[in-house]
């Protein structure tokens, strides 16, 4: 009996290493991935406009098809860096909150089918914010269509953005530039 033992044992441990199980997703692959990436530049938040700014997908500055169930991911730049002579800019996912020194300043954002928004939230009154924080802001704006999101569920930390960038292939030198105003 033992003598049988051993090759049996042999045969099933050769028999499940050949076995192959269902494929899984496909991860991202070129540039077809992404959707639409575009910057939105010189956005100005103020008592005229209610503190926020919005855009149609379909508006003329865009032209762009979004269903309902593609994720729509909105970074503001949160600074700009020289390094080694090349400017590095540093994009935050909103909803981006601001500590400052007479209460919370957050930017935030909401989106339908059809258009987008991105407005001033927090404990502070924002028309006695800091000019710095409510003029000229600069967001980038990346809609990744829903069937790559799903796929790509829980592989990719949507709050960095270069993780975003390496992710989805996406060419920083061809995004699209929308001013606001």
């Known amino acids: 009996?033992?003598?049988?033992?051993?090759?049996?044992?042999?045969?099933?441990?050769?028999?499940?290493?050949?076995c192959e199980g269902p494929?899984?997703?496909?991860?991202?692959?070129?540039?077809?991935?992404?959707?639409?990436?575009?910057?939105?530049?010189?956005?100005?938040?103020t008592a005229a406009n209610e503190f926020q700014y919005g855009l149609t997908f379909a508006d003329a500055k865009l032209g762009v098809d979004v269903?309902?169930?593609?994720?729509?991911?909105?970074?503001?730049?949160?600074?700009?860096?020289?390094?080694n002579?090349?400017?590095?800019?540093?994009?935050?996912?909103?909803?981006?909150?601001?500590?400052?020194?007479n209460g919370i300043l957050t930017y935030n954002m909401d989106r339908t089918a059809r258009d987008f928004s991105i407005f001033l939230d927090g404990t502070v009154d924002p028309a006695k914010v800091d000019p710095d924080y409510t003029r000229n802001q600069d967001f980038r704006v990346v809609i990744i269509p829903s069937d790559f999101a799903?796929?790509?569920?829980?592989?990719?930390?949507?709050?960095?953005?270069?993780?975003?960038v390496k992710a989805y292939n996406i060419d920083e030198s061809k995004i699209k530039v929308v001013k606001a105003n």
């Open 1 to 18: 009996m033992k003598k049988l033992i051993m090759p049996l044992l042999l045969a099933v441990a050769v028999l499940f290493q050949s």
């Open 67 to 83: 269903l309902e169930s593609d994720a729509v991911l909105v970074y503001i730049n949160w600074g700009t860096e020289d390094v």
């Open 150 to 164: 799903l796929r790509t569920a829980g592989q990719v930390d949507y709050s960095d953005y270069n993780a975003v």
């Open 85 to 101: 002579g090349t400017e590095l800019n540093a994009y935050r996912l909103l909803p981006q909150t601001a500590f400052l020194d």
């Open 23 to 45: 494929e899984g997703p496909q991860g991202p692959v070129g540039d077809e991935l992404v959707g639409t990436t575009f910057d939105l530049e010189g956005v100005n938040f």
